[in-house]
């Protein structure tokens, strides 16, 4: 379980972003972050995959005190939680299988990334993530050949092959085509519902949250505002955001 407690960032000499934010997400939620431009969604993603130093609070996940742990719970965090980006960096050059298998930085040693040396039996598992986010007949296509939601798939393939059980994406569909950002989030609510991976993801425009994720997080200028579980917002409370 993840649990934040009075989560504070405050920027040096400028804005506190992020203010008393708390909440508990249990393995397997998907949870969506909403709230208008500026109101703290990245800053929070980011806190939450220690991108970004907190001011104050306490973070638990599975019991482990992160901040109490200083490096030990960076490089925990690192190991469990994946950040995906809105556009994530894959190596075009290599095919997705390879993107897959070598693993995204922070997640492998750089040998292996500069070399693409991979074992053998690492294959079947990354061909079986494939399969997973619909990309069999793909797997051998180079990076900068997939589409915009392609690439995020083997982003969310290459986090959970190498351990991740967290996926913390900010905007996974930004600028993706309606079928295409479809596909992508049945494939992260697939992941939470058959694999028992939590989402957390910053999911602002259009109805998205609504549709595929569990539960809605909404924040308005900082503070935690909203807060509901398997249900739309109603009209009141789009207002809040
Ligand atoms: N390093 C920083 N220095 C100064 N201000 C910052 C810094 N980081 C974030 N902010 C401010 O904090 C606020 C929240 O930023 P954040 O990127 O988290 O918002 P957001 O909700 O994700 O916005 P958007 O939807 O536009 O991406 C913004 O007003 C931003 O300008």
Sequence with gaps: MIRVSQL???IPGGPKVLKGISFDIEPGEFVAIKGASGSGKSTLLRCLAMRESWTSGTYHVNGVDILGKGILGKIKIRREMAYL???PVLIKNRSALKNVLIGAVGQ???????????????YMGAMDMIEKVGLLEKAHQKGDKLSGGEQQRVAIARALVHGATTLLAD???????PHAAEQVLADLKRMCKIQGVTVIAVMHQGDWAERFADRIIGLNNGELVIDIKGRRLTEREKMLL
């Design 171 to 177: 905007e996974p569909v930004a600028g993706l085509d």
């Design 108 to 122: 492998t040693p750089a040998w292996r990334r500069l070399t693409g040396m991979v074992r053998n039996d690492d």
């Design 8 to 10: 504070t960032k405050q």
């Design 85 to 87: 980006e809105a556009k």
